[in-house]
């Protein structure tokens, strides 16, 4: 299973970002997928899900309202915009997609991150 993440980068406060994962077919109609962060001297934590079918969508907290994640079923990806970022979204995100649907989703297989950085 391979994950191409890109899109991060620099932006200031307030501002947006989208990134974006693509992988194969097979995977994309297999497997829930998901984002992840890690910022510096923290564990990782889970952002947002949607289901294999589309059919339901899972975001943390702390992002609910400003992050919106989305899948394109021609092009095999899965989308992460971001909106309203703050400082503290600062980490690299990671795309992954996960077997099971549970009251934690837990990252099968993973991509290599990219960086979202947020100026104040």
């Known amino acids: 299973v391979q994950l191409q993440a890109s899109g991060g980068g620099l932006v200031q406060a307030g501002g947006s970002l989208r990134v974006s994962c693509e992988t194969s077919?097979?995977?994309?109609?297999?497997?829930?997928m998901a984002w992840f962060r890690q910022a510096p001297g923290k564990e990782r934590e889970f952002v947002a899900a949607v289901f294999y079918s589309g059919g339901s969508l899972r975001y943390a907290d702390s992002v609910k309202g400003r992050f919106t994640i989305s899948r394109d079923n021609a092009k095999n990806t899965v989308y992460l915009q971001m909106n309203s970022l703050k400082p503290e979204d600062t980490a690299v995100y990671y795309c992954?997609?996960?077997?099971?649907?549970?009251?934690?989703?837990?990252?099968?297989?993973w991509g290599k991150g990219t960086q979202v950085t947020v100026s104040s």
């Open positions: 992954a997609a996960a077997r099971y649907w549970g009251s934690s989703i837990q990252g099968d297989y």
């Open positions: 077919k097979r995977t994309f109609t297999s497997y829930h």
